[in-house]
């Protein structure tokens, strides 16, 4: 896979997860992807109790897979996002990040990556500022590409539309809650000084 721990392509996204149910779910292994999002669903799903309704839920229950190998349906892609300095991903901290253990990386890494089924949409941001919106993207599809080599762009051009306004649409989302948290942390540190 492309990539390493930290980087948001394959090989520091993709990460093994065991789940042990006996008598309930069958050994095997699986490649269903999905994140740490899909956590609170599953549960609410396996005790059957309805998931809160005064908030965004954006992880959905694997349940009907662990327990049937049910194919899972996603009405939002799988997000993940970081805000790790640019500079860090290149040169590391306390050691240099390599991808074949030679080279040192030397390719700008995307802030923000969404999956919808077998594809990934990269997003990065030209602009220099903390953590701006994402202007540039790459589409790949990293089931017939582990090594995300094919950029499909110009391939697939209704499918990188769709992603890339569901990508800026999540991050905008995300970043306004992000926002609103840090507002209201600095908010109470104020009240207490």
């Known amino acids: ?15 093994p997860a065991i789940i042990r149910w006996p008598n309930v779910i069958e050994p095997g292994v699986s490649d269903l992807p999905n994140s740490n999002l899909d956590v609170l669903p599953t ?16 992880g ?21 996002q970081t805000e790790l300095d640019p500079i860090w991903m290149i040169e ?26 077998d594809y990934v949409l990269r997003g990065f941001s030209s602009n220099s500022e903390d953590f701006a919106e994402p202007d540039i ?22 499918l990188f539309e769709k992603m890339r306004s569901e990508l800026i649409e999540m991050w905008r989302d995300v970043n306004k809650d992000k926002d609103q948290t840090r507002s209201e942390i600095d908010n109470k540190t104020d009240q207490r000084n």
Do not use: C
């Open 43 to 58: 549960i609410a799903d396996i005790v059957g109790i309805d998931l809160p309704q005064d908030r965004a839920i954006d």
């Open 92 to 117: 590391g901290v306390g050691y240099e990040r390599r991808f074949d253990g030679e080279k040192p990386v030397d390719i700008p890494t995307p802030r923000v990556v969404i999956r919808r089924d």
């Open 60 to 80: 959905t229950s694997i349940l009907p897979h662990l327990l049937n190998r049910e194919e899972i349906q996603r009405d939002k892609p799988l997000y993940w």
């Open 137 to 158: 993207f790459q589409l790949y599809n990293v089931v017939k590409d582990k090594m995300e080599m094919v950029e499909l762009s110009k391939f697939e051009p209704e």
């Open 1 to 15: 896979l492309f990539g390493q721990k930290k980087h948001l392509f394959e090989g520091g996204i993709r990460v």
